[in-house]
């Protein structure tokens, strides 16, 4: 229980008042991290139940479904894809582009991706909700705020790490590591045979998808930087999101 509180007290803006560290605790506290995506998606749930009695229009409908994560989390992961950008963009060497990564200043990639990333949401959300998807759909959808966190947690726990110290390495440890893949790892499973039970198709689309996007951020993202960091890792999740909900967005065009 300590474990899965220090995890929202880092991951999310949810008040967890009194909450003291400690190695045993925090080394495990990764693997509740998709506890916060469940924490999303029955949220973003209960705004589809709301939106649907008052007819709120759409446009509107997608701007709240893309501002509930930011609320929860208070932005953490999009201000690791920001930095993330800027280092990326940089063209130097890994070491300086870590130091980039801990420069508190925003340079001009990462506004330009922080635009992209949220008018590519917005459009992905608006597309999905225009289908008039089922129940079964929206939920398969909103799992994906779950299977990102899963994936983010393998990836943390499993890649090279670009630094011994930071809050990521606070969270990971050698003594739990076997432990916590397995973990995520049946986590993730599950996550993804809930989707596929509920909405096979899409489900397939978003998998390729995210198996493209571990590709990329393991063998070229993640080398470039010398390693994974808590920036990093925030980056890979935007884009799982992202991902993921075109995913269904892509299925329903070509299905």
Known sequence: MKSILIMFSVYSR?????????????????????????????????????ARMFSVPQTALAALIMAVPILVTGGIHLDGLIDTADAANSYKTAEEKQQILKDPHVGAFGVIRLILYLLLAFAGISIYLSTDPDKEGLWASLLIFVLARALS?????????????????????????????????????????????????????????LLLLMIYFRFVLCKAFGGISGDLS??????????????????GWIV
């Open 153 to 209: 947690g393998l990836a943390a726990e499993s890649f090279e790490k670009a630094k011994k110290d930071g809050m990521l390495t606070g969270l990971l440890g050698d003594k739990t590591k076997k432990s916590a893949l397995v973990l995520l790892l049946t986590q993730s499973l599950v996550c993804v045979g809930v989707m596929a039970y509920l909405s096979l198709t899409e489900t397939l689309f978003v998998l390729v998808l």
């Open 14 to 50: 949810i008040p967890i008042p009194g909450i003291v560290w400690d190695e045993k605790s925090a080394r495990y506290a990764i693997c509740s991290f998709p506890l916060v995506g469940i924490v999303i998606a029955a949220l973003e749930w209960g705004l589809l139940t709301v």
């Open 234 to 251: 925030g980056w890979f999740l935007c884009m799982a999101e992202l991902l993921g909900i075109w995913g269904f967005v892509i299925a």
